[in-house]
């Protein structure tokens, strides 16, 4: 069986990091055969995401519907599976192919031949839990190392890191608490990865334990980032559909510390009593101040549901069966 697996856009997102995951697994799992296929015109294609899933895909890019309806013509596949918003598009190759829609987002509008959720919560919360879902694949390879001395980041210093989309770390009350900790606080660091820079340094305000990377396909270097860190610092307005980074920091056994206030809630029903909430600026700046890590503890909640066989199987049972 060949599936085509399509993204609006390769890049450094969890949705991108998602398909490679299930077309990966698709042919290591379910023996089947898997084809990338992508808008080429994307402003939100990145150069080193492309080449990543091209070292292990057949990868091709079209420049409009119409040569994307040629290749999929040509491909002789057996479905073509979307990972989309959710919201109801016309231009979807249905009359061609078997077409699987995969929504993200708080939308019921179902189109093509299968459409379900990222998650059980996005299911539960716009279909009532009548449409299916399928989770994503939550799997890091084991890296030993982290990025301290690469960093400058003392042993015993307390890090909090955070990656993820550029600009979804856009509570201010968190960025100002994350300020006036590292100034009274010199052995506290917070390390952002992918993250939008919100501190402006000068001589009096160097900020030096606040480190801001650009972002990574480089699955080791993910991991060494991740092991760099004591928590997960998650500030999302909006909240997770699914929440594929809070996921990666927790199977490596990492708490994760998040607003209680966000309007999508995936995240937290997944993590339910293991979650660190805050509601407030005096919440997370004493949170922040009095963090001890806890090594010892089991923070792992997503290990369990959303390994590469569980997902698997799911995505089977609704997408190809």
């Not at 969890?14 to 089947?32: C, P, Q, R, V």
């Not at 249905?94 to 077409?99: D, F």
Request: aromatic letters at 14%; charged letters at 30%; proline letters at 4%.
């Amino acid at each position: 069986m060949k599936i085509i697996f399509h993204e609006n856009q390769l890049c450094y997102r969890g949705t991108s990091n998602a398909l490679f995951d299930y077309a990966y697994y698709n042919e290591e799992m379910l023996g089947n055969e898997s084809m990338i296929l992508y808008p080429k015109n994307s402003p939100n294609n990145a150069e080193e995401a492309i080449e990543r899933f091209k070292k292990r895909f057949n990868v091709v890019g079209y420049s409009d519907i119409k040569e994307r309806d040629e290749i999929i013509k040509k491909a002789n596949a057996d479905l073509f599976y979307a990972i989309k918003s959710g919201e109801r598009e016309t231009d979807t190759p249905h009359e061609l192919i078997k077409t699987a829609i995969h929504a993200v987002f708080k939308y019921n509008e179902p189109y093509g031949d299968v459409y379900a959720y990222v998650s059980e919560w996005l299911a539960k919360t716009m279909s009532g839990g009548k449409l299916p879902f399928v989770p994503h694949i939550v799997d890091l390879p084991e890296v030993s190392g982290d990025l301290r001395a690469e960093l400058n980041i003392p042993k015993d210093a307390v890090v909090f890191a955070r990656y993820g989309g550029t600009e979804t770390f856009d509570i201010g009350f968190v960025m100002e608490a994350v300020k006036k900790t590292a100034l009274k606080n010199k052995n506290i660091y917070f390390v952002f990865m992918g993250t939008d820079e919100f501190v402006k340094r000068n001589f009096f305000r160097s900020y030096k334990n606040i480190i801001f990377l650009p972002p990574t396909t480089d699955v080791e270097r993910k991991v060494k980032f991740i092991n760099t860190s004591d928590a997960f610092l998650h500030a999302r307005t909006q909240g997770e559909s699914f929440g594929m980074a809070v996921g990666e920091f927790s199977i490596k056994n990492k708490p994760i510390i998040t607003w209680s206030g966000s309007d999508e809630k995936s995240h937290l029903e997944i993590l339910g009593d293991k979650a660190i909430l805050y509601k407030d600026k005096q919440d997370i700046m004493q949170i922040l101040k009095s963090f001890q890590p806890d090594a010892g503890k089991n923070w792992d909640c997503y290990s369990e549901l959303f390994n590469p066989r569980a997902v698997m199987e799911k995505f089977e049972n609704v997408f190809i069966k």
